[in-house]
């Protein structure tokens, strides 16, 4: 396998060539070419159904290619397997949330850090260099008050916060999330973005879905609108969502 097809742009993170995927008589995913810049914020939009999410389950190895390739820090590879993406610099949150249920907030950070099981997690929890690290997250997302509640007793906003949490305990470059905004009442949506900014100002490389375009017009460095699976536009934000054929196909409200 070919792995020079990579961007020469030393400044790009994440690369998909011609990637596809195809539910059925869908093609979710057509033949997408993006390349996501390793600074800043960028974001993905487009309507339901546009393959915002596949394009992340793509990118996170939750689902095989049909065609095409993914390139990370210049590597292309043809299967992304979800366990490795990690050692790839690479982690992504759920549109639908998914945490540890049974298991306090606590544990919820502990697994990650720990790199382990729920249960070895437990024994590993008096660690000095673990418990002082699960607090600044659980502090940082706003969630410590929450240390020893069970993660199904949560409100929605807390388990999108906690779910951000843990992802920041993988302590990655990459991070893709999938709609973190979606359903928040306003200040929990303020402290998400808050995170966001944290992060993207430590260099790392934040890529995430959203429907709500004050936030993307407020986030975004860069921007992707998909349609059908494939590339409608891309670039400044307020240079593409300003271009006719986005606003025909999206924004046409
Ligand atoms: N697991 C699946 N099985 C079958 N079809 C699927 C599956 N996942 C997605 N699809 C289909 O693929 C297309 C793209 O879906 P996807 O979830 O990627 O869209 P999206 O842009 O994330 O939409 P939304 O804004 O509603 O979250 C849709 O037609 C959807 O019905
Ligand atoms: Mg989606």
Redesign the pocket.
């Known amino acids: 396998m070919s792995q020079n097809n990579a961007s020469n742009q030393p400044d790009t993170a994440l690369e998909t060539v011609e990637v596809s ?1 195809l ?2 008589g ?1 093609r ?2 057509d033949r997408l070419s993006v390349a996501i810049g390793r600074r800043g914020m960028t974001s993905i939009v ?12 793509l990118l996170s190895g939750m ?1 095989p290619l049909d065609g095409g390739m993914v390139v990370i820090d210049g590597v292309g590879l043809r299967v992304v397997k979800a366990h490795e993406t990690p050692d790839h610099g690479i982690t992504r949150t759920f ?1 639908q949330v998914r945490l540890f249920d049974q298991v306090s907030v606590w544990d919820n950070i502990m697994v990650v850090l720990t790199r382990r099981n729920v249960w070895s997690a437990l024994f590993e929890r008096a660690r000095p260099r673990y418990r002082e690290r699960a607090q600044a997250i659980l502090e940082d997302v706003g969630m410590w008050d929450k240390r020893d509640s069970l993660a199904e007793d949560l409100s929605y906003g807390q388990r999108k916060l906690l779910e951000i949490g843990r992802a920041i305990a993988l302590d990655v470059q990459i991070y893709l999330l ?2 973190p905004f979606a359903g928040l009442f306003p200040q929990m949506l303020e402290h998400v973005k808050d995170i966001m900014k944290q992060m993207r100002d430590e260099g790392r490389t934040i890529v995430f ?1 959203s ?1 709500n375009m004050d936030i993307v017009r407020e986030m975004s460095d860069h921007i992707f609108v ?1 349609d059908a ?1 494939t590339l409608l536009a891309d670039g400044e934000v307020e240079d593409v969502l300003t271009r006719p054929e986005v606003i025909d196909a999206y924004l046409g409200a």
């Not at 915002?52 to 389950?57: A, E, G, M």
């Open positions: 995927k539910f059925g869908v979710a995913v487009g309507p339901n159904g546009s393959g915002k999410s596949t394009l992340i389950n689902l549109q999938d709609e879905v429907h998909l699976g």
